[in-house]
């Protein structure tokens, strides 16, 4: 029996030809394979001599050859198969182990387009596929974690089982699927094209859910293939606790994006339904969570907390405090992680330092949103510069009245549209959202902040369509309001303001989250 090994990833790689050896399999090879093979030396043939054709065009192609693709494709059940197979001196190829040149390894780099290039496979993937294609004869084998399995089946039957190789089978298309979709998202990166005539998402199975957003559904949770640059939930380590719920994931992706916002300062968010019900930044990491949990002490119970410095004693202390559902932060001292390893059910996850890191945003990323039938695909909603804002009001607003004003807005774009937020510089004072009307989204609000609206500032993701939402903000104790602008109605939302005393900014830019 010929197996034929090629793989980039070489974990594993001398045990499984080891036992494929015990097995009576003839090992055929080329390259850094063949070389780690001879190495520990494992008996192994090269590719040329079997065919009879050398390498040639400086590697690229060595088994582009019908002795190698004639032996894995043939339907040995066909006796016309069998004949050619004999006719041709050709042997059939029973296991093919193959893994793909680390093009996105490769691509992450940054490397000149050329040498980026010369890392698209061309002779993996056509025998992956030849193989899949071929999985009543031929067990193909992508994925080092499946050497035990199949040296495991062979000692014990003898030979591999057919639901195993449908399984590979299958394993190896979406192998091949990934690493075409990677080239493509690379190729329409690179000539600035982020919109493609067909768009190809590669994600690898992190792990099974126990349901989707309710019990009566089934869920899953995927990856990317590559860590991006920014710090993301999805390669987050898992420090402690209860195994992550869709839901969880949902939150602590809303609460993460929050807090990176604030990355010039340490700053706690809290995040309850994937709205925002407290944030603040401060010096101290400890006094931000606290303020951010005083916001709505009801809605912070149960909720989901992001940091952006590493978590200290006291701070473990405060979150300590409340029940919570799941805290990440970029790392935990380890005195803040025995205070956390007591409420045992707590999901903590660490993120990496690159959370505290002024650059944590990300350079370029999109927003992919499933319909019925179909995908919506946009840019991800990046913070535009405070100097664009237009001041329309009477009166201007002044320093401290901006840096609250720009709190607000920051926070406001992580709040369901009709969004309305009222804070403080440093600290978020109560929130409305999720509303079919915008002044119902500012009463709701002001119910919720009651007294300490006083003097706040409020901001709202688009424009006011009449003024009565204005005034309902004045009535709650607003001085001061941020917002696009852009409604027919403009001129008499701007006197409203003007009526109040307050200060008014138009943004131009709206902040919908639907």
């Given amino acids: 029996m010929l197996a034929l090994l090629s793989v980039s990833d070489k974990r594993g790689l001398v045990p499984f030809a080891q036992g494929l050896t015990r097995q009576g399999f003839t090992l055929l090879s080329t390259g850094g394979t063949m070389e780690a093979l001879g190495r520990a030396g494992v008996p192994v043939k090269k590719v040329s001599e079997h065919t009879g054709s050398p390498e040639i065009l400086g590697g690229r192609v060595k088994t582009l050859h019908p002795k190698i693709h004639g032996g894995i494709l043939a339907r040995l059940e066909l006796a016309e198969d069998r004949a050619e197979l004999e006719r041709h001196r050709i042997e059939p190829i029973a296991l093919v182990a193959v893994n793909l040149y680390p093009f996105r390894e490769t691509a992450a780099r940054e490397l000149p387009e050329p040498e980026v290039i010369e890392q698209i496979d061309i002779g993996g993937p056509a025998m992956l596929r030849a193989a899949a294609k071929n ?102 380590r898992v420090l402690q606790g209860k195994e992550l719920s869709y839901n969880n994931l949902l939150d602590l992706d809303a609460a993460l994006s929050l ?140 320093e401290g009245e901006l840096r609250a004003l720009q709190f607000a807005w920051r926070v406001c774009k992580h709040v369901k549209s009709n969004a309305i937020v009222f804070s403080a510089q440093d600290r978020l004072l109560s929130v409305g959202g999720g509303q079919t009307s915008r002044v119902d989204s500012v009463k709701i609000a002001a119910q919720k902040g009651g007294d300490r609206l006083r003097g706040a500032a409020v901001a709202s993701d688009a424009f006011f369509p009449f003024r009565d939402g204005l005034d309902e903000a004045a009535k709650a104790g607003a001085s001061c309001v941020v917002q696009p602008g852009g409604s027919v109605r403009d001129a008499e939302v701007i006197a409203a303001a003007d009526e109040h005393g307050m200060a008014m900014v138009l943004t131009g830019v709206r902040h919908f989250r639907h």
């Fill in 135 to 236: 999985f009543r004869h031929v067990a193909v084998v992508v994925d080092p974690d499946d050497y035990q399995p199949v040296l495991a089946e062979l000692a014990e039957r003898g030979e591999v089982s057919e639901p195993t190789r449908r399984r590979l089978m299958r394993k190896a298309f979406a192998h091949t699927a990934a690493y075409d979709a990677a080239i493509s998202a690379w190729l329409s990166h690179s000539s600035g094209e982020p919109f493609p005539p067909e768009l190809s998402l590669s994600f690898r199975k992190a792990q099974e859910l126990r349901y989707g957003e309710n019990p009566h559904q089934r869920g899953a949770f995927y990856r990317e293939q590559r860590e991006p640059e920014a710090p993301s939930v999805a390669f987050s």
């Fill in 259 to 398: 807090v990176l916002e604030f990355s010039e300062s340490p700053c706690a968010a809290i995040i309850k339904h994937n709205t925002p019900c407290g944030v603040c930044k401060d010096s101290a990491l400890e006094r931000a969570y606290r303020i951010a949990r005083a916001c709505d002490e009801v809605s912070a119970f149960g909720g989901i907390v992001a940091l952006n410095r590493p978590v200290d004693q006291a701070t473990a202390q405060a979150l300590a405090e409340t029940f919570l559902e799941a805290v990440i932060a970029p790392s935990y001292q380890e005195a803040a992680r025995g205070i956390l390893a007591a409420k045992k059910n707590l999901r903590v996850l660490e993120a990496g330092e690159r959370l505290s890191s002024p650059s944590a945003l990300p350079r370029a990323q999109l927003d992919v949103r499933s319909v019925s039938g179909g995908l919506l695909v946009m840019d991800r909603d990046a913070l535009e510069p405070r100097s664009e804002w237009k001041v329309v009001s009477s009166r201007q607003p002044s």
